[in-house]
T-cell receptor
């Protein structure tokens, strides 16, 4: 049973397109996150939701819009994709917001051409 | 701003040797965690050390924390080829509305 699952694993698309990445966790955690990992492996927090409520919204372009339909799901929609959006996007969850161990998905590698 | 900085950026050793990675951070923390990332995979939690702890062990892993120097080290003893991965420290300020802040990672290569 995969604890945190993301789809798709790979996404190749053209500049200007809109795409979504979905994430689901079956751990019963209250908090979910989106992190972006660049080509140098630097991981940066993008968003955090706690019980469907947006808690953290780092300085991310508003082309990125997270949506949490319930506390087990956190999706990421990206409008008007740019070359610089190419990265690996990781979803994660934790039992408590801001503290404790994070459980990561396997990542979604986005390539914008 | 970036909280954790690992050192070295890359480390190559032979199987059986010990590997030591260091992490420095800038602000007060509630705890510090280490994660491993195998190539093309997600991060996996290894160990958490609280700010009032100085040392923690888990199998072949030993983590130390020096809050006065704002630094931590991860020691992997008797390394194996399967330990080849990137290792990240992450700090937790323990405040509402914050998330784990990750360092840039150390890439460890263990050759047989």
């Amino acid at each position: 049973d995969t604890a945190v699952s993301q789809t798709p694993k790979y996404l190749v698309t053209q500049m200007g397109n809109d795409k979504s990445i979905k994430c689901e966790q079956n751990l019963g955690h209250d908090t979910m996150y989106w992190y972006k990992q660049d080509s140098k492996k630097f991981l940066k927090i993008m968003f955090s939701y706690n019980n469907k409520e947006l808690i953290i919204n780092e300085t991310v372009p508003n082309r990125f819009s997270p949506k949490s339909p319930d506390k087990a799901h956190l999706n990421l929609h990206i409008n008007s994709l740019e070359l610089g959006d190419s990265a690996v996007y990781f979803c994660a969850s934790s039992p408590v917001q801001g503290r404790g161990e994070l459980f990561f998905g396997e990542g979604s590698r986005l390539t914008v051409l | 701003s970036q909280q954790g900085e690992e050192d070295p950026q890359a480390l190559s050793i032979q199987e059986g040797e010990n590997a030591t990675m260091n992490c420095s951070y800038k602000t007060s923390i509630n705890n510090l965690q280490w994660y491993r990332q195998n190539s093309g995979r997600g991060l996996v939690h290894l160990i958490l050390i609280r700010s009032n702890e100085r040392e923690k062990h888990s199998g072949r892993l030993r983590v130390t924390l020096d809050t006065s120097k704002k630094s931590s080290s991860l020691l992997i003893t008797a390394s194996r080829a399967a330990d080849t991965a990137s290792y990240f420290c992450a700090t937790d300020a323990g405040q509402a509305g914050t998330a784990l802040i990750f360092g840039k990672g150390t890439t460890l290569s263990v050759s047989s």
